[in-house]
């Protein structure tokens, strides 16, 4: 048991340090570790035990629910969200953020993609894990299934945008498109029978764990310079007031 001069000298040293760092923490637990502790979950349970009931059914259901109309729809979806058209979106926003001299953010949304891009490879290269049945499948597709390359790769630019937004007056609106993007691309996915449900899932969840992550680690890019500007700033005025106080002071 601490006395109470030991636990107001604990008090003492930890609580600056948890209001200083606690925003830090929450972000790594809630945006990094929870979703890779869902993904660790989820690969577990596809690969060492078979996986969910639930994945077949949801594309059964796709499939005895398909119109032309939706068909033409999420095959757009799929060209839009795609290695050839993604690309382009992704450098013609991260253009017009560095024009509006934010190249931190610029950089940080083009490694967004660029970096869900390359781990959907890597994952895909080390589970192997086929795609659904090809008979059921609106489209073929070469390559394996886990994760989903167009949902990790469009989450990633989906929550880098909503990050990148956050401190402006569009947040609710990015927030809004941009999530509903990252899902309408998902369920795409499935509707054409190229992915099983838990491929889409774990993209979305690896892709939102490397965006929060990557922000975390880019946002000083962005961040410490203005701080500093700010910092600079405010020294600056109170030395201009300093200088103005002692000019009033001097005898004519």
Known sequence: MFTGRRREDLQARWQPLVRKYWKT??????????P????????EEVFRDGGFVWDQAILDFYRENRTP???????????????????IITLALALG?????LPGKAWYLALSVAGGTLLNVLAKVAFQRPRPDGLGAVLVEPGFSFPSGHTMANSAFA???????WPTRARWAVLGLAGAWMLLIAASRNYLGV?????????????????????RAMRRVWVRPREAARQAEREQAQEDAGNGDGDRLKVP
């Open 159 to 165: 929550v880098a945008l909503i990050l990148i937004c």
């Open 25 to 34: 923490v929450a972000w790594i637990g809630l945006g990094v570790l929870l």
């Open 69 to 87: 109309a939706l068909t033409a729809f999420a095959r757009a979806l799929g060209v839009i969200g795609g290695v050839t058209v993604l690309p």
């Open 195 to 215: 992915h099983y449900p838990t491929d889409v899932l774990v993209g979305m969840l690896a892709s939102t764990a490397w965006a929060a992550g990557l922000y």
């Open 36 to 43: 890779l502790v869902l993904v660790a979950n989820v690969t």
């Open 97 to 101: 953020l560095a024009w509006k001299r």
